[in-house]
């Protein structure tokens, strides 16, 4: 008789072993000499969106992958993590926003839902279910607060492609604006109250005051939106594409496309966008970049090679601080952005911006030898477990 069921256990055994054989492979995250940089804290596994306590300067990290928050001081020091719970098995935080007035950090998680956090207590006090059959997969989305309106506003990516309007002080869910394409981030002007909509094709502006959607003041891109920073000093928008390093620079009062921002001087897809209102400063980071851009005259200033795998970006212009989460190296950067406004002296050998592994982050290989290990592992014990059995 055959045996073949005999094999599984090894096979499982194997697949177990995956992750002590990554840990082992990888090496530690390459070290960052650039003298702007003047803190790095350590994250959770997937570290993405992240917010700014403009009040404490604390720094609320989502950990997608490990479904909590860390919470970091401004010198970097991890004050605690906060796990966030989720309708939605291995659905992690994803999106973050601060509301200083109510003490309140929302992490908004893959599935649309909203944790509500208590900055005092640093607990989950309150839940957010927006999204009912939110989809078999994680979606990306957004998060912000309409702080003089008292309005939070949450986007997910998924069919209903539905924007909600919340009370941020009674938490209710005011509205929903349907029909909006593909909608996936979301910037606000707080004197004006306009949110604007990030879609596939277009930055589509919507009246906060009235609720209604202003399609014929859509303004169309070239690439679709990828993130999202408003000056509301100034009623200037400032939009990174899907598909190529430009940024889109958009006066969103007159609802005119000022300039395209050739940003190629990042070299490698420089998607996350913030806006310093107090330095007129804009700051784009993606895979080994980061580039410093004059808001008035859109002039690219600096520009520098980090390694590190850009999933977020946020700036706390009181405290004159750029913080970028590094999702591969699990490691939050604190920066200096009085430092960040020139370029610096690059080192001999260095490679361009964006350029290489070492510039992206860790380097592939030792995952790829453990994964090549683990398979053949594999293949012996599953063919010989095979033999045995016929």
């Known amino acids: 008789?055959?045996?073949?069921?005999?094999?599984?256990p090894l096979l499982g055994l194997g697949l177990a072993l995956l992750p002590v054989l990554r840990a082992a492979a990888d090496p530690p995250p390459p070290d960052i000499t650039d003298p702007a940089v003047i803190a790095v804290a350590p994250v959770g596994r997937g570290a993405r969106?992240?917010?700014?306590?403009?009040?404490?300067?604390?720094?609320y990290v989502a950990n997608w992958l490990e479904f909590d928050v860390s919470v970091i001081e401004p010198d970097g020091t991890l004050v605690t993590r906060i796990p966030t719970p989720s309708r939605v098995d291995g659905w992690g935080p994803e999106a973050m926003a601060v509301d200083e007035a109510t003490n309140r950090v929302f992490a908004m998680d893959t599935s649309g839902d909203i944790s509500v956090i208590d900055t005092g207590t640093n607990t989950v006090v309150g839940r957010i279910e927006l999204y009912e059959g939110a989809g078999a997969w994680p979606m990306d989305g957004s998060i912000i607060v309409d702080h003089p309106a008292r309005r939070v506003y949450s986007t997910l990516r998924f069919d209903d492609r539905r924007l909600a309007a919340i009370d941020a002080d009674s938490l209710d869910v005011l509205s929903f604006f349907p029909s909006l394409p593909s909608s996936l981030q979301l910037g606000v002007d707080e004197k004006t109250h306009r949110v604007f909509v990030g879609s596939?094709?277009?930055?589509?502006?919507?009246?906060?005051?009235?609720?209604?959607?202003?399609?014929?003041?859509?303004?169309?891109?070239?690439?679709?939106?990828?993130?999202?920073?408003?000056?509301?000093?100034?009623?200037r928008v400032y939009v990174t594409a899907d598909a190529n390093p430009s940024l889109f620079?958009?006066?969103?009062?007159?609802?005119?496309?000022?300039?395209?921002?050739?940003?190629?001087a990042c070299y490698y897809m420089c998607t996350f966008v913030a806006v310093d209102t107090v330095a007129h400063r804009v700051y784009q980071a993606g895979s080994g970049g980061l580039i410093t851009?004059?808001?008035?005259?859109?002039?690219?200033?600096?520009r520098r090679n980090l390694p590190m795998m850009a999933r977020g970006i946020a700036v706390d212009a009181a405290r004159h601080r750029v913080y970028v989460t590094d999702e591969v190296n699990r490691r939050l950067l604190i920066l200096d952005s009085a430092k960040l406004e020139t370029s610096p002296s690059p080192a001999p050998g260095s490679l361009p911006i964006g350029g290489g592994?070492?510039?992206?982050?860790?380097?592939?290989?030792?995952?790829?030898?453990?994964?090549?290990?683990?398979?053949?592992?594999?293949v012996f014990l599953v063919s010989r477990s095979l033999r045995r059995a016929a």
């Open 1 to 8: 008789m055959r045996r073949s069921p005999a094999f599984l």
């Open 293 to 302: 851009i004059d808001s008035t005259t859109h002039e690219i200033l600096a």
């Open 357 to 378: 592994p070492a510039a992206r982050g860790r380097s592939a290989l030792p995952s790829t030898v453990a994964g090549g290990v683990l398979l053949a592992a594999g």
């Open 200 to 235: 596939q094709a277009s930055i589509i502006p919507i009246d906060g005051v009235s609720g209604e959607v202003l399609s014929a003041d859509s303004i169309a891109l070239s690439d679709g939106a990828f993130s999202i920073a408003v000056d509301s000093t100034v009623g």
């Open 49 to 59: 969106g992240l917010a700014v306590d403009g009040e404490t300067g604390r720094v």
């Open 249 to 264: 620079v958009i006066d969103g009062r007159k609802n005119e496309l000022i300039e395209n921002v050739d940003a190629l």
